[in-house]
């Protein structure tokens, strides 16, 4: 079964380097170029986990990261160039479940999106079982 993964960056240099290491990895992988269209994309898609960038034009990351967690528990990890103490607790306070500095090893990358995925999966199962 593959790994959904929603890419919620407008970098396109950005989405397109995730979707080379995480596609090979069986991971299905689906980009939104914008907060809003990230929104709606993980609404309708109901994803594994989403990697998000927090820096954006329009929407910015923190707000994508509320309006999804008003709606879903999907686990959220936040790629950033910036990585001050104040930054990781500002993600961690806005519903992100990971914060991780770029640049970031394709590696660590997948090993954390591997754990969110699984983590999420046993939480479902879980409930499920309730």
């Not at 240099?13 to 991971?27: A, D, G, H, S």
């Not at 923190?62 to 990890?77: A, H, N, T, Y």
């Given at each position: 079964?593959?790994?959904?993964?929603?890419?919620?960056?407008?970098?396109?240099?950005?989405?397109?380097?995730?979707?080379?290491?995480l596609?090979?990895?069986?991971?299905?992988?689906?980009?939104?170029?914008?907060?809003?269209?990230?929104?709606?994309?993980?609404?309708?898609?109901?994803?594994?986990?989403?990697?998000?960038?927090?820096?954006?034009?329009?929407?910015?990351?923190?707000?994508?990261c509320?309006?999804?967690?008003?709606?879903?528990?999907?686990?959220?990890?936040?790629?950033?160039?910036?990585?001050?103490?104040?930054?990781?607790?500002?993600?961690?306070?806005?519903?992100?479940d990971?914060?991780?500095?770029?640049?970031?090893?394709?590696?660590?990358?997948?090993?954390?999106?591997?754990?969110?995925?699984?983590?999420?999966?046993?939480?479902k199962?879980?409930?499920?079982?309730?």
């Amino acid at each position: 079964m593959k790994t959904k993964v929603v890419v919620i960056d407008a970098d396109i240099e950005v989405t397109e380097q995730l979707n080379l290491v995480l596609k090979p990895e069986t991971y299905e992988v689906l980009n939104a170029k914008s907060g809003r269209m990230g929104v709606e994309l993980v609404r309708s898609q109901n994803p594994d986990v989403v990697v998000l960038n927090t820096f954006m034009p329009g929407i910015d990351g923190w707000k994508v990261c509320r309006e999804i967690r008003g709606f879903s528990q999907v686990p959220i990890l936040i790629l950033s160039a910036i990585s001050s103490p104040e930054l990781v607790a500002r993600a961690l306070d806005e519903g992100a479940d990971e914060i991780l500095p770029k640049p970031v090893t394709n590696n660590v990358l997948i090993a954390y999106i591997r754990r969110l995925a699984h983590r999420a999966r046993a939480e479902k199962e879980a409930a499920n079982s309730r």
